[in-house]
């Protein structure tokens, strides 16, 4: 009964050491399977490179680098709509992440589709969003005539990052533009 006990009070320890000798083995998986995307991408083997990033997007589908990086290399072999469909499942499928619909975002506004910007990236900003998403988005509205709209963007934009100065000068250009004909 004693040696029972000792082994139940050593579980949770021996579990511990299997569990960290997992994580270090995960680990070197991973680096391995980062290095030899790289290798693939450098010798211009996109297929391979595609094929490894889906598995590692498989397995870690919350990883906004992974799935970014396997979208762009999707658009780069002209597969589009594939890579707008892992765009918008990283969005449905991590609706905690602040940038889940940056990436379909970016999507539209790099193909000049600003219509399609708004539905995607509004309301989905907040002070944890990457200030691209917001470029995209008060861009969009601008080069669609919608001045309102971009300059609430901006300044939403402003009051999260207040040293932008890019987004100040961007903020003026549109004010510019909403003064009617005529004025100072």
Same mark, same amino acid.
Request: contains cysteine; glycine residues 4%.
């Given at each position: 009964m $004693?040696r029972?006990?000792?082994?139940?009070?050593?579980?949770?320890?021996l579990?511990s050491?299997?569990?960290?000798?997992?994580?270090?083995?995960?680990?070197?998986?991973?680096n391995r399977m980062?290095k030899?995307s790289?290798?693939?991408?450098? !010798?211009?083997?996109?297929?391979?490179?595609?094929?490894? @990033?889906?598995?590692?997007?498989g @397995?870690?589908p919350?990883?906004y680098?992974?799935?970014t !990086?396997?979208g762009w290399?999707?658009?780069?072999v002209?597969?589009?709509e594939?890579a @707008?469909?892992?765009?918008?499942e990283?969005?449905?499928?991590?609706?905690?992440?602040?940038?889940?619909?940056?990436?379909?975002?970016?999507?539209f506004y790099?193909?000049r589709?600003w219509?399609?910007?708004?539905?995607v990236?509004e309301g989905?900003l907040?002070d944890k969003?990457h200030?691209?998403?917001?470029?995209? @988005?008060?861009?969009s509205?601008?080069r669609?005539g919608?001045?309102?709209d971009? $300059?609430?963007?901006?300044?939403q934009?402003?009051?999260?990052?207040?040293?932008d100065?890019?987004?100040?000068?961007?903020? $003026?250009?549109?004010?510019?533009k909403?003064?009617?004909?005529?004025?100072e």
């Amino acid at each position: 009964m $004693k040696r029972l006990l000792v082994a139940l009070t050593l579980l949770p320890t021996l579990a511990s050491a299997q569990s960290a000798r997992i994580d270090v083995i995960w680990t070197a998986a991973k680096n391995r399977m980062y290095k030899q995307s790289d290798y693939w991408f450098e !010798d211009g083997d996109f297929p391979r490179c595609i094929s490894i @990033l889906k598995f590692m997007a498989g @397995l870690e589908p919350s990883n906004y680098e992974i799935v970014t !990086d396997l979208g762009w290399m999707l658009e780069n072999v002209s597969k589009n709509e594939e890579a @707008l469909a892992v765009y918008r499942e990283y969005k449905k499928n991590n609706p905690k992440d602040p940038d889940r619909a940056l990436p379909e975002g970016n999507y539209f506004y790099m193909r000049r589709e600003w219509a399609k910007v708004p539905p995607v990236l509004e309301g989905t900003l907040s002070d944890k969003s990457h200030e691209n998403a917001f470029r995209a @988005l008060a861009n969009s509205y601008e080069r669609l005539g919608k001045f309102a709209d971009s $300059k609430r963007v901006w300044e939403q934009m402003l009051k999260f990052y207040p040293n932008d100065g890019q987004a100040k000068v961007n903020l $003026k250009r549109v004010l510019e533009k909403m003064k009617p004909s005529g004025s100072e």
